[in-house]
């Protein structure tokens, strides 16, 4: 499976969703910058109820990683926007996520960059996305997805 998201407008997600209801997963996906906004970002959803309640892991063109919640549509940081000296220039990612009790970890290239609790969803949905902040024109590839119950 290869995918690919292209956003062409500012302050815009676009995601892809399984379409399937996991209580615990582990989720791994392959991303790679194919045109870089460099005001983007991408990742993994987990445990997605709707547009608008989710836990969202990603990284962005900039050099920061966040996991953060959309409950009821608004956005709260479990892991806010965080500096890593890994992801600079990063341009293709292996993204492991795992959401499993009300444990959410994350790791990109097989280096854990946060974990952290929350009880909010008990289950849902996997999928992937890419977004833009202020400069639109990002696209991203994904390829290689992987859902596994631990």
Request: glycine share 8%.
């Amino acid at each position: 499976m290869n995918s690919a998201l292209e956003i062409n407008n500012d302050n815009q997600y676009r995601w892809v969703t399984g379409g399937k209801n996991i209580k615990d997963m582990i989720i791994q996906i392959d991303g790679r910058v194919e045109r870089s906004s460099s005001d983007g970002d991408f990742g993994v959803i987990c445990r997605y109820q709707d547009d608008n309640n989710l836990y969202m892991f990603e990284v962005t063109q900039d050099s920061y990683y966040a996991i953060y919640k959309l409950f009821r549509g608004d956005w709260y940081p479990l892991i806010d926007f965080t500096l890593s000296d890994m992801l600079i220039n990063l341009k293709d990612a292996q993204f492991k996520a795992a959401c499993i009790g009300d444990t959410l970890s994350f790791a990109v290239n097989g280096k854990i960059l946060g974990e952290v609790s929350d009880q909010s969803f008990k289950s849902g949905d996997f999928g992937f996305f890419a977004g833009t902040y202020e400069i639109s024109g990002n696209i991203v590839s994904f390829d290689n997805l992987i859902v596994s119950q631990p």
